[in-house]
């Protein structure tokens, strides 16, 4: 079985649970959330979502080939 959901939406859960930890502090989160903003406003932004595509991908064929030999 294949779960899909927004990349965004795991590392804002991831997020709120690292500042809910006490592990990262509001500041330093902020200047994450920001950081990505404007990453994904310059060049670096297509090879990002190659990369993140690609793994999965990569993620999705493990499983169907996980899937498809537990049904033998």
Avoid: C, H, Y
């Avoid at 690292?18 to 990262?24: E, H, K, M, T």
Wanted: aromatic share 12%.
């Amino acid at each position: 079985m294949v779960i899909s959901f927004s990349l965004a939406l795991l590392f804002g859960v991831i997020m709120f649970f690292l500042i809910r930890g006490g592990a990262i502090k509001w500041g330093p989160a902020i200047v994450a959330i920001l950081f990505g903003f404007s990453l994904a406003s310059t060049g670096a932004a297509e090879p990002i979502q190659d990369f993140l595509q690609s793994v999965t991908d990569g993620v999705n064929e493990v499983d169907d080939s996980i899937n498809s030999s537990n049904g033998e």
